[in-house]
């Protein structure tokens, strides 16, 4: 069984504006997806039906086999143990006023989940590599790419199945970009990412499965080394010809 | 002779050394690409070399453009130079323009400031020619309806070929282009490369390309020079550096680039 399955949804913010339509994927336990797009793709609203921040006007998600029901609280409460999620900015997505201690320990407060919290919080900071005098300090206090890392705590924190990542580090530096992705690469090991990104290197390394959306419907998707070894579409043959190479 | 030559430049601001005793130069034509990450100086340095730094960062040392010097030059002895000697496009196109004023009298602002410049003439409808002359090269669709747009109006690749044209409206020597194409794209970033490429050779302009990405300064840059922490650390041939970088900062990066291309080829 998929631990998430998209069956034929199509949404749109207006009457008028569809911005998916008939999207299907599945993510399979522990096979890292990749959900390749460009703006206005509709990447993002496909995360935002996920996350139960939105329903589809037609079409079904499932999680573990359960329909996904945004309304009911009791369904939601052990989805959101099961799903969180690592935006894009590093510097928006960290409240400036709370320690790092309080913004890891948020889940733990939301899901009600028995404490002590501190040693849970403190084994989260180490699973992502940061320091352990962390804890008590303020967001401010760190560069991009360690408060990336503790977005990536925090979402690790009460050890979900499956991790929705959003561009989560585009607006990395290359140098820390890397790093990152190694990361999350090790964190898989013991959950599923789903990786929205315009950044087929990036996908490339991280992504066993890859699936390609243009204009909200998907043209392509397969396993992410067959698919860039063969495109099919001629928009991910254009996507791929696009990417700048380094020199031979 | 070059046509920017930045010599010894040191940038500070509140005790702080932003950019420490940098010197590179650039000849007419000739195409640099400098890199660095964020907070590596590389948008300073390129606000020094056209005399528009913050006024709370100190310049020293020396930055002749076209010949003059611009640390320490009244505003007014460089108003004439910027447009004539150098022009920039910026990362962001929505930010760059002007959102209550159309596509074509943005266009025409710098056309009718090069005419005045050049002691010139030029009637409406003469502009009015120019600006739609300049957005075809640019190979922007649809012209009727873009000069009569508002930069909301069009896409942010749109936007950024406006950007290019309103540069090339000024003819100047040096193109200096600040991460153009970080806010776009991949496709349109390809798209926008290679129009930068074209119009840089058509026009025998020099170009300073600011990027943090690699292989998009190997698409357009000959030389590269890589800036850390405000100081630079590695100056060479694009190809040289890239194949044999020497500098461990910079052998880092090629690293990590060449990692995400790697992942790419379904070979491996």
Do not use: W
Request: aromatic content about 4%.
């Amino acid at each position: 069984m998929s631990l998430v399955s998209v069956e034929s949804i199509s949404f749109g913010y207006s009457r008028d504006e569809q911005v998916l339509r008939d999207v299907s994927f599945q993510v399979r336990r522990g096979v890292n997806v990749g959900l390749v797009g460009e703006s206005g793709s509709g990447k993002s609203t496909i995360l935002k039906l996920l996350l139960g921040l939105a329903r589809p006007n037609s079409g079904t998600i499932r999680f573990e086999g359960e329909v996904l029901k945004p309304g009911d609280r009791a369904f939601m409460r052990g989805y959101r143990r099961a799903v969180q999620a690592v935006f894009q900015d590093p510097y928006s997505s960290l409240d400036p006023r709370q320690r790092v201690d309080a913004i890891v320990a948020e889940p733990l407060r939301a899901l009600k989940i028995a404490g002590p919290h501190r040693p849970i919080i403190e084994a989260a900071l180490r699973d992502v590599g940061l320091p352990s005098d962390a804890i008590s300090r303020y967001p401010h206090e760190f560069s991009g790419g360690q408060r990336q890392r503790i977005a990536i705590a925090r979402a690790i924190v009460a050890r979900p199945q499956l991790i929705l990542a959003d561009e989560a580090v585009s607006a990395l530096d290359l140098s820390t970009r890397i790093r990152i992705v190694e990361l999350l690469g090790t964190l898989s090991k013991a959950m599923t990412i789903l990786f929205v990104s315009h950044d087929l290197g990036v996908v490339a390394s991280l992504c066993e499965e890859i699936v390609i959306l243009e204009k909200g419907r998907i043209v392509e998707s397969g396993r992410t080394s067959a698919v860039l070894a063969q495109p099919k579409h001629p928009y991910t043959q254009k996507l791929l010809a696009s990417v700048p190479r380094m020199p031979a | 002779m070059s046509l920017l030559a930045i010599e010894g430049l040191t940038l500070t601001t509140g005790g702080r050394e932003l950019v420490s005793n940098l010197s590179l130069s650039i000849a007419p034509g000739a195409r640099l690409g400098l890199i660095g990450e964020s907070g590596s100086g590389k948008s300073l340095t390129a606000l020094a070399a056209i005399g528009l730094l913050p006024p709370d960062i100190h310049a020293e040392g020396s930055v002749l453009l076209d010949g003059r010097q611009v640390i320490g030059a009244r505003e007014n002895d460089l108003i004439p130079i910027r447009g004539a000697a150098a022009a920039t496009v910026f990362q962001e196109p929505l930010t760059a323009l002007d959102p209550l004023m159309k596509i074509g009298r943005q266009v025409a602002e710098p056309l009718i400031r090069r005419y005045r410049r050049e002691g010139r003439d030029i009637d409406r409808r003469g502009i009015a020619r120019e600006v739609r002359d300049l957005l075809e090269r640019v190979s922007l669709p649809d012209i009727e309806r873009i000069v009569n747009a508002y930069p909301y109006e069009i896409s942010g690749g749109q936007r950024q070929r406006v950007a290019i044209a309103m540069a090339l409206a000024c003819r100047p020597k040096l193109l200096i282009a600040d991460e153009p194409t970080t806010a776009l794209d991949v496709t349109t970033q390809a798209e926008i490369l290679e129009l930068l490429s074209k119009l840089v050779d058509e026009n025998g302009m020099a170009l300073l390309f600011i990027s943090h990405d690699l292989p998009v300064v190997a698409r357009v840059a000959e030389e590269v020079a890589v800036l850390r922490q405000g100081e630079l650390v590695e100056q060479g041939p694009v190809k040289s550096v890239f194949r044999a970088p020497a500098h461990d900062y910079t052998r880092m990066l090629v690293a990590a680039a060449a990692a995400f291309d790697r992942a790419l080829e379904p070979a491996q």
